[in-house]
């Protein structure tokens, strides 16, 4: 395993189990993953070109959402007039990350800490970590957030992969729940009636079992995603017409913040820790 500068123009670095098994990631924007090659196979989507105009988010890879997952409903900050209202998603996919090889777990490590930037809207000190480990066809995610500060500190974590599919209608869908959450109309809908839209766009939150999988007909393959609890909330969006799907583990829904509903909070010099992975098998 090593770890090399791939694109030195876009500050693109590769993680190399092999020539047919590899991550590439970019400090610099987030510490998000921009490609998975799994045996050979492009199992991420990333559209390179939106990549390139820094003035825009990014789509596709694995962003990672900190300290909140979707948006707040308030123009205010929840931590008073002094600080600026967190944006979608969170500051972390769009601040420079630091990042290490562990040779004793032959896994990349991503760091993230506190700021003069975080400092404008998150009144903690912080250390995220992210220890991934990439094995042919398993993509594990090892996840510690440390409360430096010395009063408790409120966050909800997410991943927000997209992964390539050939086309919306030779997708099925399985481990989910009978319900979901329309998250742009916020109401709850029959799961199998929004999944059959899925071509039109949709944005569905779930209580799942800290299981998710699609199957992918035409590329013969399935992906799951275990991320089990308090992570076990998944998002499914899509956004036609982009031929992906995001298949998201969340620990907690929008507005998370604001209501309190599933907001964690980490104690002072403590440490929460979760786990996810993506699996990818073949259906051939």
């Known amino acids: 395993m090593q770890i090399k500068l791939s694109d030195k123009d876009l500050g693109i ?46 789509r596709g890879g694995i962003p990672i959402l900190f300290p909140i997952c979707g948006n707040l409903n308030t123009t205010t900050s929840v931590f008073g007039k002094e600080y600026l209202p967190l944006t979608q998603h969170g500051f972390a996919r769009d601040l420079q990350w630091q990042y290490d090889f562990n040779e004793n777990e032959k896994s990349l490590c991503l760091f993230l800490n506190e700021s003069k930037k975080t400092k404008k809207y998150y009144p903690f000190d912080f250390e995220l970590r992210i ?3 990439l094995q042919i066809n398993c993509l594990e995610f090892e996840i510690t957030i440390h409360n430096k500060t010395d009063f408790a500190m409120p966050i909800n974590f997410g991943l927000h992969p997209y992964f390539n599919v050939s086309d919306f209608k030779n997708l099925e869908f399985i481990d989910n729940p009978l319900d979901c959450q329309d998250q742009e109309k916020n109401i709850i809908s029959n799961t199998l009636e929004e999944l059959n839209k899925i071509n039109l766009g949709v944005d569905l939150l779930m209580y799942t079992s800290g299981r998710s999988s699609f199957r992918d007909k035409i590329f013969e393959r399935e992906v799951t995603l275990n991320h089990p609890y308090p992570f076990d909330l998944g998002v499914i969006w899509s956004d036609p017409p982009r031929r992906m799907i995001c298949l998201e583990p969340w620990t907690s829904p929008r507005n998370s913040f604001v209501d309190g509903f599933r907001k964690i909070m980490i104690p002072s010099n403590v440490s929460k820790r979760l786990n996810a992975s993506i699996q990818i098998k073949s259906l051939k």
């Open 13 to 58: 670095f590769v993680f190399q189990l092999d020539q047919k098994n590899y991550i590439n990631f970019c400090p610099g924007r987030g510490g998000v993953i921009t490609n998975w090659v799994s045996d050979g196979k492009e199992i991420l989507y990333f559209d390179e070109k939106r990549f390139i105009d820094k003035k825009k988010s990014i």
């Open 131 to 133: 220890e991934v480990k």
